[in-house]
């Protein structure tokens, strides 16, 4: 073979390989968070009358900016 077609080859199995990898990426994460949501107001708010703790609006809104922010810096 010439060394176009191998070029060619190559090229094709590069583009398919890009395209597979997104879409296996793409799927791992959608089952990756239906598995593990993110956590929202109504967790935070389980979690501290688990805890004995009586949340207000004010120590759940601190708490969910808290985690934002940590989020941010990961």
């Known amino acids: 073979?010439?060394?176009g077609v191998w070029v060619l080859i190559v090229i094709i199995a590069l583009v398919g390989g890009?395209?597979?990898g997104f879409f296996a990426a793409?799927?791992?994460m959608e089952d990756y968070l239906k598995k593990n949501p993110p956590i929202n107001e109504q967790m935070i708010k389980s979690m501290?009358?688990?805890m004995g703790q009586k949340p207000s609006e004010?120590?759940?809104h601190q708490m969910m900016?808290?985690?934002k922010s940590n989020y941010?810096?990961?």
Do not use: C
Request: aromatic letters at 4%; charged letters at 30%.
């Open 1 to 3: 073979m010439s060394t």
């Open 18 to 20: 890009v395209v597979a």
């Open 26 to 28: 793409r799927k791992y």
């Open 48 to 50: 501290m009358l688990q």
């Open 58 to 60: 004010k120590k759940l």
């Open 65 to 67: 900016t808290a985690m």
């Open 72 to 74: 941010g810096k990961k």
